[in-house]
T-cell receptor, first 115, second 113 residues
């Protein structure tokens, strides 16, 4: 089973709203990721959690706030977003093991539109 | 500075023939390379990977070749099928910080019947 699930599939929010994106995996992976993808561009890394601790923040604005409540769940809290934040938000997970990198498995994404 | 480059934005191949997608990289610290396939409005799907200690890895219809001296890798799909029509991303991981995937810009592959 290499499934990563994300909810909601689509989200429309105003610039003053607060919303959250959710991601779940049951593969026993201890690294989880948030990516942002704009049309016709590759995914861009936003955050990495390793063993439920934030290990990488790619200088993401504070209006995006990640949270990792446990080893299977990853949230992205959104507040006061801008229209240019409209994009496909992808969650991914991977194993962590000394001695080598591992492939990341992606969820289907949440299509976010900020109005 | 684009460290992973896919110079062909699109490729059209006849069904049953071989599809060859190319990828070049500039960072000699990259140690692990991956190919992902992406359909519109879906997340990328992992296809195949290769470590820098190998020059070839095969999985069914998919084969990835790595030429370290040329900093070049390629994905071969044979025979190509209509369901292979998608955007293909090449990605790389460095030895250090092995969680930060660096993606190429993608190549849109269209398989014609």
């Amino acid at each position: 089973d290499t499934e990563v699930t994300q909810t909601p599939k689509h989200l429309v929010m105003g610039m003053t709203n607060k919303k959250s994106l959710k991601c779940e995996q049951h593969m026993g992976h201890r690294a989880m990721y948030w990516y942002k993808q704009k049309a016709k561009k590759p995914p861009e890394l936003m955050f990495v959690y390793s063993y439920e601790k934030l290990s990488i923040n790619e200088s993401v604005p504070s209006r995006f706030s990640p949270e990792c409540p446990n080893s299977s769940l990853l949230n992205l809290h959104l507040h006061a977003l801008q229209p240019e934040d409209s994009a496909l938000y992808l969650c991914a997970s991977s194993q962590i093991r000394a001695g080598g990198p591992y492939e990341q498995y992606f969820g289907p994404g949440t299509r976010l539109t900020v109005t | 500075d684009q460290q992973v480059k896919q110079n062909s934005p699109s490729l059209s191949v006849q069904e049953g023939r071989i599809s060859i997608l190319n990828c070049d990289y500039t960072n000699s610290m990259f140690d692990y390379f991956l190919w992902y396939k992406k359909y519109p409005a879906e997340g990328p799907t992992f296809l195949i990977s290769i470590s820098s200690i190998k020059d070839k890895n095969e999985d069914g219809r998919f084969t990835v070749f790595l030429n370290k001296s040329a900093k070049h890798l390629s994905l071969h799909i044979v025979p190509s099928q209509p369901g292979d029509s998608a955007v293909y991303f090449c990605a790389a991981l460095p030895i250090q910080g092995a969680q930060k995937l660096v993606f190429g810009q993608g190549t849109r592959l269209t398989i014609n019947p």
